[in-house]
């Protein structure tokens, strides 16, 4: 359970960072972009900082002022194809494999996570508790 808590917090600041990101290229604060979307401004900061979610609604708004994908809010907007195999793809957003490329300049900790991925996982969990 503790893991599925863990991805629904990743998931919202990967959400709040691209809300953020889409806003500062159109020049709006966040007062702005509320009164574009029917939402307060306080309800943009929640959202940008990962303390709420906001709602389908919302993200449809969202979606459709900035123009991309609902599936970009919600950290889809990559494929890796494992072992040049197209039988084996996996949906990563671009957070994700900005991770992946600093953990592999650590070898050692990049051998570990290949060796036993379910081990060092549950090692950082432990960790971060």
Do not use: H, W
Request: proline letters at 2%; a negative charge; hydrophobic letters at 35%.
């Amino acid at each position: 359970m503790m893991l599925g808590n863990a991805i629904y917090e990743v998931m919202n600041l990967v959400l709040g960072k691209r809300i953020k990101e889409l806003r500062k290229e159109k020049g709006l604060t966040q007062q702005q972009l509320g009164d574009k979307i029917n939402v307060t401004k306080v309800s943009i900061c929640c959202y940008e900082n990962g303390t709420r979610t906001p709602t389908l609604q919302t993200l449809l708004d969202l979606s459709e002022y900035f123009g991309v994908e609902l599936s970009y809010f919600l950290g889809r907007d990559a494929y890796v194809i494992a072992d040049d195999s197209e039988d084996y793809q996996v949906p990563m957003c671009r957070e994700e494999i900005e991770f992946i490329m600093e953990l592999r300049k650590n070898d050692y900790l990049y051998a570990q996570l290949v060796d036993n991925p379910n081990r060092l996982l549950q090692l950082i969990i432990k960790k971060i508790k």
